[in-house]
Every structure is written in structure tokens, then in C-alpha cells.
């Protein structure tokens, strides 16, 4: 039987890590989530400006930061229009096509009014497990048009107050039970067995596209590397959106039979893709392919850009305890 064990980096909201570049110069991908270009704006004064009789205003990706509350988590939207006004800004067309944004939340000002606002579904995947409704929270938004029916927003980021850590908690620099990484490092879940040998499930139905055999796998750049076995499966879903899962520090890899597991199998969710390893801990990542989640630095690019079955490093790993694949990618909505 396998028991999860906590993930240890639970300081900011574990959203931030996917990182966005919308508003940024085009071209251009930041390190880290730049809270600071966001400017705080008043939601009431917000929605009293003036709106155009017809049509839309386009505004440049404006970024605004918003402390509102959260009126409801949503439901489906059209993002048509907001694909218009971001491509008329400036946006290159095959980024704002591939603009993963299928969600709209109900944020409510100070004194009371409702929004509806685009949110992407990275980070809506987010939403349920961190904000209750009725609870406060900032929005990190750019302003993109106004029409008749008011401004439309899409938020690439939010936090809550509880997104920040403790200004004095001391740094955690021991290792994980899986031993790979040490508790402020580690970018997944550790699940712990029984006895080695129990199988390994494949969360959704997927792709193998990634199969490591050597019990060294070496770990050679931050949150990529191995640790043992793992293989890596691509899970594609309805709305295009695109997840890996890796499983690490397996024993044996094999296939739901008993097979050899082979790379480009296709498995369906709950296959048996590997066997517990001897140190009877499961690694287990979720990595989501979403706008700004993308590695792009120098150390990436000369250690794995030719390596065709390591695409799935290229993106960053996100708390697989906080993020709903299946509303990220369209199977249904966020779970309340």
C-alpha cells in the first residue's frame, strides 16, 4: 500500500512556480513572477471608468493587482474575444491561439460589485484546494479590452494570505525519503510502500515518452535530473492542454501484463507502468505545459535541447497535492 508523504516546499502559493509572460516584452522569458510590475488598483474606481458604447478599448496588457474576493470559482467561458484584444495589443497570434484560458472566476469588490474575469488554467488548476469562496485574495491580472459589459481581465497569478511563508523559518537542508533532493528542493510527492515490488499506476491515460533504466540516473541539473529508474509519461487533453507525470525510483518497468514497457506505448489511467523500487518510496512530479512554465536558460538548452526524450524537463514541476489536472486540462471543472 502506498501512503503520500507531504510535500516539503509549502512556502509561497505553489501557483507561482508556473511562471507567465503575458505583458512582458515579446521574446522574453523572466526568471521568476515579477509581483512588482503589477500595479495596485482599486476594483471599484476600476469598474467605474468610462466604457465604450460599442464595440471594444484595447489596452495594452496593462498589469494591475487587485486585493478582492472571491464570489465563485467559476465556470466555463468563451475567450474569443479576449484572444482578439490580446492579439491587437500586440501578442504574436500563435501565442495568444495557444493561450490556455477555458475558465472565468466571480471576483467581488470592497463595496460589493461583481466581475467576471479570465483565468488561466494553470492557475485555475490551482483555485480549489486554496481559496474557499468567500475568502480574500489578490489577483495578478493584465487589462486587455473594455467593452459595453466592462473591463476583461485575465489573471496570470493569485496569492492569498496564506501564500507567504514565515519571515524566520530556518531553511530545511535535510534530505527526503527519496533521497534525491532535500526538503526545499524537492519538486513532487513522496508516496512510501510497504515492501518493494507493488505496482506503480499511471495517473491518466498517456504516452511513455521517457524510459530511464539506469539505477544512477544522474541529477545533473536542479529538479531535472534522476535518481534512480523513472519513466515519464505525456498525457494530452481534450482542450489541448498538456501534462507530464513522472515516476521515479522505480524497481523493475513494465507494462500493465508484465511487458517491457516501451517507449511510445500508450497507457490508460491506472495501467501498471513500474514496480516500487527497493528503497520502497515512490518520487512522483506533475509537470504542466503552460505559457511561461517553459525552461529556456543556457544550462537547459546545452545539457538537454537535442535530447529529444527529455522535452518533458523543459517545464517546471508544480505541488501535485494543489494542482487539478483534470480541470487544467478541460475533463472537468476545478472540484470545490
Not at 503520500?4 to 502559493?13: A, D, Q, S, T, V
Not at 511563508?165 to 537542508?173: E, G, H, I, L, T
Request: net charge neutral; charged share 25%; hydrophobic share 40%.
Amino acid at each position: 500500500m502506498l501512503m503520500p508523504r507531504p510535500l516539503c516546499k509549502l512556502g509561497l502559493l505553489a501557483a507561482s512556480v508556473l511562471l507567465v509572460v503575458l505583458g512582458a516584452v515579446p521574446g522574453v522569458v523572466h526568471a521568476e513572477f515579477n509581483f512588482a510590475r503589477y500595479k495596485e488598483t482599486d476594483l471599484d474606481e476600476f469598474l467605474a471608468r468610462r466604457r465604450p458604447a460599442t464595440g471594444m478599448d484595447i489596452y495594452p496588457m496593462l498589469p494591475l493587482k487587485l486585493d478582492v474576493t472571491l464570489a465563485s470559482r467559476g465556470e466555463p467561458c468563451a475567450s474569443g474575444a479576449l484572444k482578439r484584444a490580446l492579439i491587437m495589443s500586440g501578442m504574436p497570434k500563435p501565442d495568444a491561439d495557444g493561450l490556455q484560458a477555458t475558465n472565468c472566476i466571480t471576483v467581488r469588490s470592497a463595496k460589493g460589485r461583481e466581475l467576471k474575469v479570465f483565468i488561466q488554467d494553470v492557475v485555475y488548476g490551482f483555485l480549489p484546494n486554496e481559496v474557499p469562496v468567500g475568502d480574500k485574495l489578490s489577483l495578478y491580472a493584465v487589462h486587455a479590452f473594455t467593452s459595453p459589459e466592462g473591463p476583461g481581465l485575465l489573471v496570470n497569478e493569485f496569492l492569498t494570505p496564506r501564500s507567504f511563508p514565515r519571515a524566520d523559518k530556518p531553511a530545511d537542508k535535510t534530505m527526503t525519503s527519496c533521497g534525491c533532493w532535500t526538503q526545499d528542493e524537492h519538486p513532487g510527492i513522496d508516496f512510501t510502500s510497504d515492501k518493494p515490488g507493488g505496482p506503480v499506476a499511471a495517473m491518466a491515460d498517456g504516452i511513455v515518452v521517457k524510459i530511464e533504466n539506469s539505477e544512477q540516473a544522474p541529477g545533473d541539473l536542479p529538479l531535472i535530473g534522476g535518481c534512480g529508474r523513472y519513466v515519464v509519461l505525456k498525457h494530452p487533453y481534450p482542450n489541448g492542454g498538456i501534462v507530464y507525470t513522472r515516476y521515479v525510483q522505480l524497481g523493475r518497468i513494465v507494462g500493465p501484463k508484465g511487458e517491457v514497457l516501451a517507449m511510445g506505448a500508450n497507457v490508460k489511467a491506472k495501467d501498471t507502468i513500474g514496480e516500487i523500487g527497493p528503497s520502497k518510496v515512490l518520487h512522483f512530479e506533475i509537470r504542466p505545459v503552460a505559457p511561461g512554465n517553459t525552461r529556456t536558460d543556457k544550462a537547459w538548452g546545452e545539457r538537454y535541447g537535442n535530447v529529444s526524450d527529455m522535452e518533458w524537463s523543459r517545464y517546471e514541476p508544480v505541488d501535485p497535492q494543489k494542482f487539478d489536472a483534470a480541470s487544467f486540462g478541460g475533463v472537468r471543472k476545478a472540484t470545490k
